[in-house]
């Protein structure tokens, strides 16, 4: 059965990432600058999602109801970066790669908060400078646990 026939919250995280990048692709390319915005910084949410599960409930053996309790309290894709991820990676192969996507997960939470929650309406050079940046967080996030793990590129369309 492939993803697309599960109902949304029968999906895997990885299933999540890949509808919400072909969902925003097409927002993208109807011109829809903001919602476009607003699905990469979802699907770099649910990355970390990705990363926060594997580490606690698959390397660490945390029960899945805490793991998802601690989620909700780290308050998306910014805190669950600096509460969780980088705590669980500390040490790890993967935790200089992580700490160099800071800038990276500050920029597109900025964004995505300033369309949601200020109303700001982007164009299509800051939308795709804003998917480009979740595109390469959300492969480096999720190619530590699905190595070859890549993303569609989405091509800049001139307004």
Do not use: C
Not at 49 to 65: A, F, Q, T, Y
Not at 125 to 136: G, L, Q, S
Request: proline letters at 2%; glycine letters at 6%; aromatic letters at 8%.
């Amino acid at each position: 059965m492939s993803y697309k026939s599960k109902a949304y919250e029968d999906r895997t995280d990885l299933e999540k990432i890949q509808s919400n990048w072909k969902k925003l692709s097409g927002l993208y390319q109807r011109k829809e600058w903001s919602s476009s915005v607003v699905r990469a910084a979802t699907a770099a949410e649910i990355a970390a999602n990705l990363v926060v599960r594997e580490e606690l409930e698959n390397h660490k053996g945390i029960d899945s109801p805490f793991v998802n309790h601690l989620m909700i309290w780290a308050n998306g894709i910014q805190g669950k970066y600096q509460k969780l991820i980088m705590a669980s990676v500390k040490g790890k192969p993967q935790e200089e790669s992580f700490k160099a996507l800071s800038s990276k997960i500050g920029k597109v939470n900025k964004r995505r908060n300033q369309i949601v929650h200020g109303g700001h309406f982007d164009n299509s050079e800051t939308a795709h400078e804003v998917i480009m940046e979740a595109k390469e967080l959300i492969q480096v996030l999720v190619g530590y646990y699905t190595p070859g793990f890549e993303l569609d590129d989405i091509l800049l369309i001139e307004e």
